[in-house]
């Protein structure tokens, strides 16, 4: 199946620092999703994404939709600890709205 | 109290074993997915249902099977486990309707010996 090359795959950072990650496709999407997964948890939704150069914030996270459909960006301002995990991209088609199609995942570490 | 329980949390088994991995929903969602995750190689979808007359293979599906007892309840068999199969099992459900957002479970770590 598709897979999305989400990058980098991992990250060290200094708390304080702002993190930026990426997925890029080969095919259109109509939806782009950011999770997280916490160590021992399943993935939670953080932003969602639905239009075309849509640009979306939730706190200290900011994730934009490509204009070409094939590309999305998720930002973090100002890292803490706490924002430690893995960072999934997930694309979504039109007409097959069910099937998400998952980036590998961006390991990240805040060092305090 | 978790909108999406997977049951159990961690299991260890042998090869060659049958093992089954519930799932159960109190979104009240119809559609239910079972996902694979594997380090490096992000989540592989496995089966899903659209209803509980619905049931469909993911990319992965060979060698496993699912049942979907009721609207809430989703589970995912092996009928004869092997070691390849070692590995995080997540289990999603979303409305099917509008946004069409999959929520997911805390996830079954799986070791097959």
């Known amino acids: 199946g598709q897979q999305l090359n989400q990058s980098p795959q991992s990250m060290f950072i200094q708390e304080g620092e702002d993190v930026s990650m990426n997925c890029t496709s080969s095919?259109?999407?109509?939806?782009w999703l950011w999770y997280k997964q916490d160590p021992g948890e399943g993935p939670v939704l953080l932003i969602a994404?639905?239009?075309?150069?849509e640009l979306t914030s939730n706190g200290r996270l900011t994730a934009q939709f490509g204009i070409t459909r094939k590309d999305s960006f998720l930002n973090i301002s100002a890292s803490i600890p706490s924002d430690v995990g893995i960072y999934f991209c997930?694309?979504?088609?039109?007409?097959?709205?069910?099937?998400?199609?998952f980036g590998k995942g961006t390991l990240l570490t805040v060092n305090p | 109290d978790a909108d999406v329980t997977q049951t159990p949390r961690n299991r260890i088994t042998k090869t060659g074993k049958r093992i089954m991995l519930e799932c159960s929903q109190t979104?009240?969602?119809?559609?239910m997915y079972w996902y694979r995750q594997d380090p490096g190689l992000g989540l592989r979808l496995i089966y899903y249902?659209?209803?509980?007359?619905?049931?469909n293979k993911g990319e992965i599906s060979d060698g496993y099977s699912v049942s979907r007892q009721a609207q809430a309840k989703f589970s995912l068999s092996l009928e004869s486990a092997i070691p390849n199969q070692t590995a995080l099992y997540f289990c999603?459900?979303?409305?099917?309707?509008?946004?069409?957002?999959?929520?997911f479970g805390a996830g079954t770590r799986l070791s097959v010996l």
């Open positions: 095919s259109i999407f109509n939806t």
């Open positions: 999603a459900t979303s409305d099917g309707q509008g946004k069409n957002i999959q929520y």
């Open positions: 997930a694309g979504q088609r039109g007409g097959s709205n069910y099937k998400l199609t």
């Open positions: 979104k009240g969602h119809d559609r």
């Open positions: 249902s659209f209803d509980v007359k619905d049931i």
């Open positions: 994404l639905y239009k075309a150069g």
